[in-house]
């Protein structure tokens, strides 16, 4: 059960949608000039949910391997970030960001460079985004590839009885007119989501006032 502390409302859930969206529009201009070519991210649908449920909402998904780009970061928030891929649309995008001009076994070596490249660029920009319009300022770790499937990028295993919660964002990307789709998955305790759905109830209200 997900406590009612942590549950958004529909205008919480809109404004946080809304702030990602944006951040996802600056990864989206920064992938631009990295690429050379159109790229357009969009999120629509944000959630939050158990790991476990998380976990089964990408293996329902997806039944081949997953490749993820992990950030962990700090403040009056803080978890682990994941974007996450299916493993033949990471290749894809990894084609899409070096132009198709590599052999197989070049891409293979090209995909961790790529992937953290890329990674780094998404993550950053929701993140930072969402810091700076909630007016606070979050410290992020270097990002890492990992590899496997959704129980090991979300570590639930036969002993995992503490469920921890995921603000979980499904993403649309189009790169050189591929759609590659991805997931980002901000895994964070109770007491981070009770601090940023109060920090968005103040976003709102500035908002509101603003407006007003």
């Given at each position: ?12 859930r ?25 790229v ?6 944000i ?11 990408i ?7 997953l ?7 700090e ?13 033949s ?12 001009s ?59 009885t ?35 759905k ?5 976003f ?9």
């Open positions: 059960m997900i406590p009612d502390s942590i549950m958004l409302g529909e205008l919480e809109d404004a946080l949608t809304e702030i990602v969206n944006i951040g996802v529009g600056r990864a989206a201009s920064s992938l631009r000039k990295m690429i050379g070519d159109q357009t991210l969009s999120v629509p649908s959630d939050v949910v158990s790991q476990r449920r998380a976990a089964r909402l293996s329902e998904r997806e039944a081949a391997e490749v993820a780009v992990r950030q962990d970061f403040g009056p928030f803080s978890g682990r970030a994941l974007l996450i891929f299916p493993e649309n990471s290749l894809e995008l990894v084609r899409a960001v070096t132009g198709d590599l052999s197989i076994e070049d891409l293979a070596e090209m995909e961790r460079e790529a992937l953290t490249e890329t990674g780094n660029v998404i993550l950053n920009s929701c993140l930072a985004t969402i810091a700076n319009m909630l007016k606070r300022s979050l410290a992020m770790t270097i990002p890492e590839v990992l590899r496997g499937n959704s129980a090991t990028l979300f570590e639930i295993d036969d002993r995992t503490d469920d921890g919660l995921v603000l979980f964002l499904y993403i649309d990307f189009a790169v050189r007119k591929r759609d590659i789709r991805g997931y980002i998955a901000m895994i964070m305790d109770i007491p981070s989501l009770e601090n940023l109060e920090l968005l109830d103040e709102i209200a500035r908002v509101v006032g603003d407006d007003g």
